[in-house]
């Protein structure tokens, strides 16, 4: 998914408020556009628990996330939110793949999510350096999910993002 594509998702939100650097704020848009991104090391997945100053699901884990906000390509945007909330630099990325976006409705916050799944294979597993948006983290393997208070459209995504993983 290209500059282009992006360009033109978020001409659709041309109308909402912008953040001082120019980033779009869908805080009070009933739709979002989201990148939510598989990080991985050989077959184990990073969750993250999501801090109370989050805006939607706070005590919720989830992998990897964040508004596409920008027009920049989802991999560029991928690339900046594993800086942001892990810490780690591109160096440390052995592969990123995409799936095709779907939309997840959340009736609960009334919100509809346009969902860009994607997953990062690192070279190593890393300790992540979180930021504010979330409490903690842990490596775990696909059959421990189920243990974890999740995000709406969690099992989706995993599922569109299982059949692109090499080892799975």
Known sequence: MDDDYVQT???RFKDLPRFSDG???FHTSKE???INCFVIHKEEFLLLKRSEQVSSYPGHWNFMSGYLDAPVSVESKILEELEEELGCTKDA????????????VDNDINRTWIVHPAFVELRERIIPKLNWEHTDYQWVT???FPQFKKIEGF???YATIKKLLPHQ
């Open 9 to 11: 998702l978020l001409a």
């Open 23 to 25: 980033r779009i704020d």
């Open 32 to 34: 979002a556009p989201v």
């Open 93 to 104: 990325v052995a592969s990123i793949g995409f799936g095709e976006p779907f939309d997840v």
């Open 142 to 144: 696909p059959d421990q």
């Open 155 to 157: 099992e989706e995504t």
